[in-house]
């Protein structure tokens, strides 16, 4: 069964760093496409970075320069490595598995159910 | 800046048929059918209920039906259930180095 599960979320500081960990099960997370996407309260999804089976990555403007996305082999686990917080960083953030269709992968079929960052003074 | 535009709410009857629909701006979006639509009920995990503009994903049920034409994608809930009341998220393709987007979501409610 395919699971993710994702853990770091807490009260920081603005200006401060935190790292987010999304551990998989049933399935290897380096042979496919893993993302980061966030919710701020009383918003809709924002997407926040993906990083590809080759390695490639990708980040929005918002967090470009601030976020770093990472995966561990051998834990299987995705990290979102996020620096210079502000308040607008405040949101859950899901790990999603990207799904292949037609050569493409830029759907999510597998969720985990988030974990809150909120970032106040 | 491309977007994705979405009602903020549709509402329906039980056992009615409702469209949500996704407005987009962006000339990738018209030209490529990498739309997907998400329910999401809120503190749970977005559920994929549609890609590839009109691809449903295996368990996820019948009722749900999606289609585009020109810049404006949509989804189709038929035989409306209480259950079915959720936010429901369009996403598309956004650029090579933006990946994707979505929309503001729109918040069903099953009167």
């Known amino acids: 069964e395919v699971q993710l599960v994702e853990s770091g979320g807490g009260l920081v500081q603005p200006g401060e760093s935190l790292r987010l960990s999304c551990a998989a099960s049933?399935?290897?997370?380096?042979?496919?496409?893993m993302s980061w996407v966030r919710q701020a309260p009383g918003k809709g999804l924002e997407w926040v970075s993906v990083i590809y089976r080759d390695g490639t990555i990708y980040y929005a403007d918002s967090v470009r320069g601030r976020f770093t996305i990472s995966r561990d082999h051998s834990k299987n686990t995705v990290y979102l490595e996020m620096n210079n917080l502000t308040d607008d960083d405040t949101a859950v953030y899901h790990c999603?598995?990207?799904?292949?269709?037609?050569?493409?992968?830029?759907?999510?079929?597998?969720w985990g159910q988030g974990t809150l960052v909120t970032v106040s003074s | 800046q491309s977007a994705l535009t979405q009602p903020a709410s549709v509402s329906g009857s039980p056992g009615q048929s409702i469209t949500i629909s996704c407005t987009g701006t962006s000339s990738d979006f018209e030209i490529y059918n990498l739309v997907s639509w998400y329910q999401h009920y809120p503190g749970k995990a977005p559920k994929l209920v549609i890609y590839?503009?009109?691809k449903r994903p295996s368990g996820v049920s019948d009722r749900f039906s999606g289609s585009k034409s020109g810049n404006t994608a949509s989804l189709t809930i038929s035989g409306l259930q209480a259950e079915d009341e959720a936010d429901y998220y369009c996403?598309?393709?956004?650029?090579?180095?933006?990946?994707?987007?979505f929309g503001g979501g729109t918040k069903l409610t099953a009167l």
């Open positions: 999603a598995r990207g799904l292949t269709s037609s050569g493409y992968t830029y759907y999510f079929d597998y």
């Open positions: 996403c598309s393709y956004a650029g090579s180095t933006t990946y994707v987007m």
């Open positions: 590839e503009v009109n």
């Open positions: 049933g399935f290897i997370v380096s042979n496919n496409f």
